[in-house]
């Protein structure tokens, strides 16, 4: 599935010449206790407000340490945000959704804050960016979880170790946009290495704005408009469509001499960490 929605990207693997797809976006960068909470701050921002948040980029969810939650949040206020109420929230929800549905009404998709808030019978200050509504679920359940398409940011907040995290990354990428991309900031390494082995997430961006995700010189990811989601979202691949995927490789292969590989070289890393 691309911009273009399920029965265009349907259509388009079923023609000929073959082609290469992506699927939902749902992008959920993760803020620990470690990271540099201006910068994080800065890229939330940046990412959600872009184009109306219809970007497939834009993020949809964040996951904040408990330790950082409040500062953050506090961060995000100073920068434009809105931080509903649970009665806004319900208000926003009706708004939002036709009950059942798991499709934002078209309403409310690339409007700005003051608008949508409107739409929900409430009013937000002026220079107000987007609207902040926290969340505990993921699932139909609770459509915050999902693909918005819009200013409105589903805000998550997770105690103890990188773990509950990841959690929380799968179970939402799990209701939508499985495979599409999530993002850390964090110095820990540990905590990057965690979230890139556990999530089923084709790209996870480290301490910058998710946006870039579609290729930028500042990550040497190439420029793409279809990013692909690999197996877990039904796609061929998980790299970034780019020209490279429509060149036809010729590949001249010649006998080589065989070689034996010891046993030991070849699985001491393996049996290293993982026992024989």
């Not at 540099?36 to 340490?65: E, G, M, P, R, Y």
């Not at 998710?210 to 197996?231: Q, V």
Request: net charge negative; hydrophobic share 35%.
């Amino acid at each position: 599935r691309g911009p273009g929605g399920r029965g265009f990207g349907r259509g388009a693997v079923r023609s000929r010449p073959p082609a290469h797809g992506g699927r939902v976006g749902h992008r959920v960068p993760v803020v620990d206790e470690t990271a540099d909470l201006d910068d994080a701050a800065d890229a939330i921002v940046a990412a959600k407000t872009f184009d109306w948040a219809t970007s497939c980029l834009a993020d949809n969810a964040i996951v904040l340490h408990d330790d950082v939650y409040q500062p953050v949040v506090d961060r995000l206020l100073a920068r434009g945000g809105y931080l509903c109420s649970a009665e806004e929230k319900s208000a926003l929800q009706q708004a939002m959704w036709k009950e059942g549905s798991s499709v934002p009404r078209p309403d409310v998709v690339a409007k700005s804050a003051s608008v949508i808030a409107e739409k929900a019978g409430f009013s937000v200050p002026d220079g107000t960016t987007f609207l902040m509504v926290p969340e505990e679920g993921a699932g139909p359940e609770y459509p915050f979880s999902g693909e918005k398409l819009s200013v409105v940011l589903a805000v998550y907040r997770y105690r103890g170790g990188i773990d509950e995290s990841i959690r929380l990354v799968n179970d939402i990428t799990g209701y939508q946009g499985l495979g599409h991309t999530c993002g850390i900031h964090s110095t820990s390494e540990e905590n990057v290495r965690l979230l890139a082995e556990r999530t089923k997430t084709a790209r996870v961006m480290v301490n910058q704005n998710l946006n870039e995700g579609a290729g930028s010189p500042r990550n040497g990811l190439p420029f793409t408009l279809s990013l692909s989601c690999g197996t877990w979202g039904g796609n061929i691949t998980t790299e970034n469509v780019n020209a490279r995927h429509f060149v036809n490789v010729t590949w001249v292969s010649r006998p080589i001499p065989p070689r034996t590989i010891d046993e030991e070289e070849l699985f001491a890393r393996h049996w290293a960490r993982y026992g024989r």
